[in-house]
């Protein structure tokens, strides 16, 4: 069990799945990640971490989090004039 303010994690479906799925999404395909973190109940919760880690951090958060690509996060935050 995860405490605190990542006790969402614990409902996370990507915790289920082979690890390598994210880690090979870097440079590799994203297709299914996205489609478990399609189906996760705590997806929101999942973007808004990597956003906030990249944000607050400074991070870069690579791979598939909440059912986005790095690509994908970096693209909204220059459509809201954030450096990516």
Do not use: F
């Amino acid at each position: 069990m995860t405490a605190g303010r990542y006790s969402w994690m614990d409902g996370a479906l990507c915790a289920q799945a082979d690890p390598d799925l994210w880690t090979s999404a870097i440079g590799g395909g994203t297709r299914t990640p996205k489609r478990i973190c399609g189906n996760c109940p705590v997806a929101r919760e999942c973007d808004a971490h990597a956003t906030a880690l990249h944000i607050y951090e400074g991070l870069a958060m690579n791979g598939v989090w909440g059912g986005r690509s790095k690509r994908q996060r970096d693209q909204d935050r220059r459509e809201l004039g954030e450096a990516a």
